[in-house]
């Protein structure tokens, strides 16, 4: 009786775990958990968060997991915008780290003027906040009337302010590096007296507001329709380039709250080296969430997941203290593994192995 | 018909873009090239000192740091001073830009080639070029990979000798414990391997150790506060951080501070930097940082001074140092910072 | 059987879930003409990718003349070493690369190619089969027709002892098939074996000498063409009793509501397809066809009335109100409903569920910031996936896994729920079963006579004279007659198209 209590069990188990196989989330999900396993494991006290008091007596949570939720901010909120750019037009946009240094340029200037050193600000944050989002705006109809309006890849158009963008930073800042007062540093670190990072609150209020205009608008079933087919669309009465066009600027309104997280962490920009190479970054983390970077088809949960899979990397390479020279490197191999899982030709042999033992506690049932 | 016109539109928008960015370039130096040229060839035959010493000067980025914008301003002021004209082009982080960009120079025909390279290997093909022009080829900032007969003079920071004032200021400190930080510069920059290798080198003969070693890509601020978070996060233990620029140096400090660690002259952790900007002279008399040893980026009057010395064929040092100091929270003034003008 | 040139015997094959080949025998002699008939989901294409070895079987033996043993058929590249090639119904060919170059492309020997003589042998080929091209012309600026059939003469190049024809008349008009035939009949004569797949019953007797048909994966039989009529092959491919379509032309009639209501007027209408002018009306309850040969102009009429296309000139009338329609949600929106010619282009969206590709329309109506929950979603699909009895696993299917008949009826839901005035067929019956052809012109029948204004195009004249009660003639983008009543014939349409009764 025991025994066959046990290979029910066993069926039980191996059904359950190829229903979660298949599940669309289950790699980008398994992934993440087996990279915090895997620090955990090198350091027992990784997932520990603690409440500490900061240089000026405010409580303030410290971990490697606050860390990592908080330095994400910019790589989640990038990626949800390169999710929708990436469905609806069947590209990436490569300017992102570009025109975040634009975005830093401006709010760098509004807030400071022509001051190296301003000891106040020189406009209330919001009107920097706003300005900011309406520099990354513009960057993306930019790029969204190329791609919508004149049907140039994704890839070819953005290439044009993925080159000039980081000297337009430049010069919006008009040659100067300035720091800002210390008040702006507080979307980018903590409001005084509040533990949790202001970045990982602006995430939250991110993901929750891109869930809701997804449940709330026809934003995802739009985006796929065309990003599937958009003759088809266009027949059913879609307007596919304006559909595009409104993805490239959702993704420069999601440049423009990065810009701003960015350039408040330490107060200052440096155009040049502003974000270096985010837009790979982003790129991979929609392609590790289950995303085909071929359009159509989007899985927003999964592209969220995969950026915090990337940070989650990133931090893991610097307190492991790999050599510098070997970090590409690191991060190159585990690219490939994780890529190359999410292949069709290795998911369907993992499948098949699942359902073979499927099959085989299937058998010893029968004859028990 | 459409296609015709975005094609039209994108090109339109590059040339522009294009010639925004030389305008700016520029606009300090040549702003009446042409002008001068044309008067030059007239005047030619009656008075050719008139003819103005044309430098080529290939710099790093526009505005990578206040340092940097210190260096492009002292050539500036100094090769105006002097009536030389400068041709000055910035390679944007871009090291085969840089490259193509000296060449271009040398086509042009520039009477003197100043390089600051972002990358202290490749230069060998260009040198020679200048070479076979009858170009003289100086090196300024930071040391390249060359041999010595392929090059006229140098006017360069020494990292190395940077990186062992800090070590030997280390070693005087006695500290009981010395765990360090290192966060490093843009890899494969002179600086970055000047300055690393004098700590790991000291770090060795000390019996230091060493618990981070990174290079943080741009020397970005932002990346070497977010991996001192990291490490004090993962509960990493150190006594000193060893940032490889002023920006690093304050972003670990931001870091700290997050965690409620102290630092600086009556804190826990040593916190030594490099450049020495006026605004990190003042962190150090406020006594935030420990050490700033200098890098001096005013370039101009010493390679105008060069340049005179050529010109008169004088025979001049192949291989000058700047002259740099080092600032001890413990010895600055007031004074000291008040006449640093960068 | 010294001549047969292909045995498969007891032919298994199954999917996840579905039971494709069960048990299925088939035989091929010689210069024989052989149509495999089913319908949607009988086995046909599985049958053909077993023999191909697209699809590898589960159980079972394929022979080939000259072989003794049993052969393994692995890969395509293996079928086509064996002397069986294949076109299928959607062209497989590279649309990016010239004629010659898909005549020959990968079976080529040498290391360098020289293209000279390439080019000059594909225009013998070509020039042997009529085939109205160049060598060097790119494939995609060809008509679908002229793809077609460089498909069909690459397979012929090759050598072949087997010959199998997926469909490949669907999107070849009358001449061309005829054509088709000609080269056929030619390829029979040197000995080579045809499977012929079709859903044209008039081209399996036209050209045919046995038939097998299959259903639900499973052998029904195989029949000389002389001994099996009409009436009964269709019968035993859908497995019911004779009458249904019978019962179908008795309905007709009485549908013809002779109302005056007009729903739609065109004057003058002309678009940048290069459609010329015409005039044009459809009326509450009355089923209107256009009729005429491939690229006659039937599609750029309704594309004009539906705005698919950029109207040039002309007035539109919808229930005598003037109406400027410049894209397809304004006509939406003013009750016109359009599917379109091609399902897999302009129809369907291939990712995207049944249950989304249901409400798409109606949901793009209703506005970009007023979705439907997923209960009203899902109670849609329902209604319809019942109403038109879809065959789909659920309506969380993508919509590309469901067969071609299955995908029409979820397009035509599509348009249904957002319950039309005017209502646009174009081709709703190509490439898909009997039954579902049938299913649907009732369906059009019954919401014609519930009122609605139909359009109803098709390339099967048959069909429409069933359907319609006004025929638009077209000929070379004119509209060159409209028949009605007791004109609505084969003869009269032919007639009408070859420029009888119209000199203009």
Redesign the interface.
């Known amino acids: 009786m025991t025994r066959n209590n046990n290979k029910l069990d066993t069926d039980r188990f191996a059904s359950v775990l190829k229903a979660l196989s298949r599940h669309r989330m289950f790699i980008p999900i398994a992934f993440l958990a087996f990279l915090l396993l895997i620090n955990v494991f090198i350091n027992p006290s990784f997932l520990r968060v603690s409440l500490g008091r900061d240089s000026t007596g405010s409580p303030v949570l410290i971990g490697n997991l606050i860390n990592i939720l908080n330095n994400a901010t910019e790589l989640v909120i990038l990626t949800i915008g390169m999710t929708l750019v990436t469905a609806s037009s069947r590209g990436q946009d490569i300017s992102i780290g570009a025109t975040v240094s634009i975005v830093g340029g401006v709010i760098m200037r509004v807030l400071c003027g022509n001051e190296t050193q301003p000891t106040q600000l020189h406009a209330p944050i919001l009107v920097a906040l706003l300005l900011g989002c309406l520099a990354g705006i513009a960057c993306g109809a930019f790029n969204g009337i190329l791609v919508s309006k004149f049907n140039i890849q994704p890839m070819v158009a953005t290439l044009i302010l993925f080159t000039a963008g980081r000297s337009i930073g430049s010069m919006a800042m008009g040659g100067l590096k300035p720091k800002a007062a210390a008040s702006f540093g507080y979307y980018g670190n903590f409001i005084p007296g509040f533990p949790v990072p202001t970045p990982i609150l602006i995430t939250i209020g991110a993901i929750v507001v891109t869930l809701f205009a997804l449940k709330r608008t026809n934003l995802s079933l739009y985006t796929r329709a065309v990003g599937i087919n958009d003759k088809a669309s266009s027949l059913n009465g879609l307007n596919p380039a304006l559909i595009k066009f409104l993805t490239f600027v959702i993704l420069g309104l999601c440049v423009g709250i990065a810009g701003f997280v960015q350039s408040s962490r330490v107060q200052t920009v440096n155009p040049y080296t502003i974000v270096p190479s985010i837009e790979m970054d982003v790129i991979l983390a929609v392609a590790l969430g289950g995303n085909s970077l071929g359009g159509g088809k989007f899985n927003m949960t999964g592209s969220i997941v995969g950026a915090y899979t990337i940070q989650t990397l990133t931090s893991m390479l610097t307190t492991l203290n790999v050599n510098t020279n070997a970090v590409p490197v690191f991060k190159a191999v585990i690219i490939i593994i994780l890529v190359a899982i999410q292949t069709p030709m290795l998911k369907s042999l993992f499948v098949k192995k699942v359902t073979l033992s499927n099959l085989t506690a299937g058998a010893g049932k029968e004859r028990g | 018909m459409?296609?015709l016109?975005?094609l039209f539109?994108?090109l339109a928008?590059?040339l522009s873009?294009v010639a925004?960015?030389t305008k700016?370039d520029t606009s300090t130096s040549s702003d009446n090239t042409t002008d001068t040229t044309d008067k030059a060839e007239e005047t030619k035959a009656a008075d050719t000192a008139d003819v103005k010493v044309v430098v080529g000067v290939v710099q790093t980025?526009?505005?990578?740091?206040?340092w940097r914008?210190a260096n492009t301003k002292s050539f500036n002021e100094a090769f105006g001073d002097a009536g030389f004209e400068l041709k000055m082009v910035f390679g944007?982080?871009d090291h085969a830009k840089q490259i193509s960009q000296a060449q271009q120079l040398i086509q042009e025909e520039v009477d003197y080639l100043v390089v600051l390279g972002l990358q202290a290997t490749g230069w060998e093909d260009v040198a020679k070029a200048a070479k076979e022009a009858g170009i003289p080829f100086i090196m300024a900032d930071r040391k390249l990979e060359l041999s010595e007969d392929l090059y006229t003079a140098m006017v360069c920071s020494d990292f190395e000798a940077e990186g062992v004032k800090a070590v030997d200021w280390l070693k005087k400190q006695a500290l009981a414990v010395n765990k360090i930080v290192v966060l490093?510069g843009d890899?494969g920059s002179s600086a970055q391997l000047g300055r690393s290798k004098a700590m790991e080198d000291g770090a060795k003969a000390n019996g230091w150790e060493i618990?981070?070693?990174?290079?943080m890509?741009?020397?970005?601020?932002?990346?070497a506060?977010?991996?001192v978070?990291?490490?004090?996060?993962?509960?990493?233990q150190f006594s000193v951080i060893y940032a490889e620029n002023d920006?690093m140096a304050?972003?670990a400090c931001?870091a700290?501070?997050?965690?409620?660690?102290?630092y600086g002259k009556d804190g826990d952790v040593k916190v030594i930097a490099f450049d020495a900007n006026k605004?990190a002279l003042e962190k150090v008399l406020a006594g935030q940082f420990n050490l700033d040893v200098e890098c001096n980026p005013l370039h101009g009057p010493r390679i105008v001074e060069l340049i005179n010395k050529l010109e008169a064929k004088e025979t001049v040092e192949k291989n000058a140092y700047v002259n740099e100091e080092m600032f001890d929270s413990a010895t600055i003034t007031k004074e000291i910072v008040d006449a640093r003008s960068y | 059987m010294q001549n047969t040139v292909l045995t498969m015997q007891n032919i298994y094959k199954s999917f996840p879930g579905v039971r494709a080949l069960h048990n299925v025998d088939f035989t091929l002699r010689e210069g024989e003409i052989h149509a495999l008939m089913g319908e949607n989901g009988a086995g046909k294409s599985t049958l053909i990718k077993v023999l191909t070895g697209v699809y590898a079987k589960d159980a079972g033996e394929i022979y080939m003349k000259g072989t003794g043993k049993p052969v393994h058929i692995k890969s395509p590249q293996e079928a086509q070493r064996l002397g069986i090639s294949t076109v299928y119904q959607e062209i497989t060919l590279c649309p990016n690369l010239t004629v010659a170059e898909n005549l020959f492309i990968g079976r080529t020997d040498d290391l360098f190619v020289d293209w000279k003589k390439y080019n000059s042998r594909a225009e013998r080929i070509l020039g042997g089969l009529k085939i109205p091209t160049k060598p060097t012309k790119q494939l995609s600026n060809c008509s679908i027709a002229v793809q077609q059939m460089v498909a069909i003469a690459r397979a012929v190049d090759m050598d072949c002892k087997v010959l199998i024809l997926d469909e490949p008349t669907s999107s070849l008009d009358e001449q061309e098939v005829a054509k088709l035939f000609t080269l056929m009949r030619e390829l029979k004569g040197r000995g080579v074996g045809i499977i012929f797949v079709t859903h044209f019953l008039d081209q399996v007797y036209e050209v045919c000498d046995k038939i097998t048909v299959l259903r639900n994966g499973e052998l029904v039989g195989e029949y000389q063409i002389k001994d099996l009529p009409r009436v009964e092959l269709v019968a035993k491919m859908m497995g019911k009793e004779l009458g249904d379509l019978a019962e179908i032309h008795n309905e007709a009639q009485p549908s013809i509501m002779n109302s005056k209501e007009a729903i739609i007027e065109a004057e003058e209408l002309t678009s940048t397809s290069g459609i010329k002018p015409f005039n044009f009306a459809s009326h509450k309850g009355e089923v209107t066809g256009f009729a005429g040969l491939l690229g006659s102009g039937r599609s750029e009429c309704v594309r004009a009335i539906y705005g698919a296309d950029k109207v040039l000139k002309g007035k539109l009338r919808i229930k005598g109100e003037n109406v400027n329609i410049t894209t397809p949600i304004k006509a939406m929106k003013k009750g016109i409903g359009y599917l379109s010619e091609d399902r897999k282009r302009d129809g369907i969206i291939g990712d995207l569920s049944v249950r989304e590709n249901i409400i798409l329309a109606l949901q793009v109506m209703r506005g970009f910031f007023r979705p439907f929950t997923k209960t009203q979603a899902q109670a849609f699909a329902d209604e319809y996936i019942s109403l038109l009895g879809i065959k789909t696993a659920s309506a969380d299917t993508p919509i590309s896994s469901l067969s071609g008949g299955n995908q029409q009826k979820v397009i035509l839901a599509r348009w249904l729920l957002t319950h039309p005035d005017y209502l646009i067929l174009d081709e709703p019956t190509r490439g898909i079963d009997i039954g579902t052809k049938v299913e649907i012109q009732k369906l059009v029948l019954k919401l014609a006579s519930e009122g609605m204004s139909i359009t109803f195009i098709s390339s099967e004249i048959e069909e429409m004279l069933r359907t319609c009660s006004r025929l638009i003639v077209m000929r070379d983008l004119h509209v060159v007659g409209e028949l009605k009543g007791d004109d609505m014939t084969q003869d009269k349409i032919m007639y009408t198209i070859a420029g009888g009764s119209n000199s203009k």
């Open positions: 459409k296609k016109f975005s539109l994108v928008l590059v873009l925004c960015g700016a980025n526009a505005n990578e740091s206040d914008t944007e982080g490093g890899t618990v981070f070693n990174q290079n890509k741009g020397w970005d601020e932002t990346l506060k977010q991996a978070a990291d490490l004090i996060a993962s509960g990493t920006n304050r972003g931001d700290m501070d997050a965690a409620g660690i102290t605004w």
